[in-house]
């Protein structure tokens, strides 16, 4: 198949020219991920379970799109999930999953709507990197989580290889205001050779 989404969604520079590129892509994103074996949902939620086995907590699944990620946090036995992402056609799409409490919209262009300590959970599964979510990203929803609140997510390759992602993590960490509990490199989309890291990380 022609991979005309995936091969650019490392190129886009504006958060117009991400916007505009999920709504074009919702219809066929899970089929497009999937036939490359995008096993980064499965990863992060099987980790955040082995630190968090607690059904009832409610997750904020930020930067949901279609909702696999919800999907693989049910799977794993959260019971309450909200999402949350700026691309009303992968809302729809997320919505059509089932998976969801509630799924909130937002303006790409302004600072997403986080009200401070509302979850003890935020997960952000391939949301993070280069043609997405920018790494301030990180700094947003580890302010929003309170003391002792789990933030789970992933950072492929190609946010690995720019200092700009992972600085905010150390930043993070080396200063004391977080712990690192889990890090861990392994598959992202195994049919284009991309891998990524998967991180739990406690707010201190």
């Not at 022609?2 to 219809?27: G, R």
């Not at 599964?125 to 947003?140: L, M, N, R």
């Not at 080396?174 to 890090?183: P, Q």
Request: charged share 20%; hydrophobic share 40%; aromatic share 8%.
């Amino acid at each position: 198949m022609t991979d005309k989404f995936l091969d650019s969604t490392y190129n886009l520079d504006t958060p117009q020219e991400t916007e505009s590129h999920y709504k074009n892509w919702a219809a066929t994103y899970d089929k497009e991920v999937e036939d490359h074996g995008y096993v980064t949902p499965g990863r992060v939620a099987a980790a955040l379970w082995s630190a968090h086995p607690h059904p009832e907590t409610p997750v904020l699944d930020f930067g949901c799109g279609t909702g696999m990620s919800g999907q693989a946090l049910r799977s794993v036995g959260f019971e309450t999930i909200d999402g949350m992402d700026p691309t009303p056609k992968m809302l729809e799409e997320a919505n059509a999953k089932g998976v969801y409490r509630k799924l909130t919209g937002f303006d790409i262009t302004k600072p997403a709507p986080l009200k401070r300590g509302a979850y003890s959970i935020v997960t952000a599964i391939g949301v993070i990197g280069k043609g997405a979510a920018p790494a301030e990203t990180i700094d947003a929803l580890m302010h929003a989580l309170p003391k002792g609140g789990l933030f789970a997510f992933s950072l492929n390759d190609h946010a690995l290889a720019d200092h700009t992602f992972t600085c905010r993590v150390t930043d993070w960490v080396d200063m004391g205001a977080a712990r690192l509990l889990f890090r861990e490199h392994g598959p992202h989309l195994p049919g284009v050779n991309l891998n990524a890291d998967v991180y739990i990380i406690e707010k201190a």
